[in-house]
């Protein structure tokens, strides 16, 4: 792309066959069709080392799948789901309703179901480990309620995966700091309304390295 040459494209069947991949995230714009679910197949079975993040597409995907793509799901120890309430309903087999009625108990649910960590999106994003241990996560505001916002969180906690970090501080990590990002951009205007998906990740890099720069000072 000209406008972006940091942006590098490659098919997933190409990215499959690499062997230099540190950390996946599958499921953004992947669709829905039976190419997809391949896709999905084989990113589950395929370099189970590799820590993997499932988002959108690939959560109905998996919430429709076959017993045995559950189980390829449940043996890797380094998979993380990132739902909204409607894709939790969908992995739990319940109503978009009672997922808000009670996110404790959904979250941990699909985190011991799945034996993964469940990042369940929404005010207060809530994360789990297999073990029941939850993170509630202080920061963000109405502004993240905008289309993209869940896809810049999966390539935040997905880039924290590549440094090598454990899924669940990832996971933490990435939520907060997706927040505390957007938290910058309605100080920085004064409003929450009208915030874009594509301000989420500049305002999160600011974020982030003024933080370290803060670390480095004391």
Known sequence: IPERPEIMLATAEDLLKRKDISAWAVGCGMGLDETANQILNNVLTQNQDVPLL?????????????????EAAQKRSNLVLTPHPAEAARLLGTSTQAVQQDRMSAVQTISATFQVVTVLKGHRTLVAAPDGTVYTNPSGNAGLATAGSGDVLSGIIGSLLAQGIAPFQAACAGVWLHGAAADV????????????AGEIAPAARWLRNRLMTDKTKN
């Open 54 to 70: 499932l988002d959108a597409d690939a959560l109905t995907l998996l919430a429709r799948s076959n017993s045995e793509t559950r």
């Open 185 to 196: 951009i309605k100080h920085s205007s004064g409003v929450e309304a009208g915030m874009l």
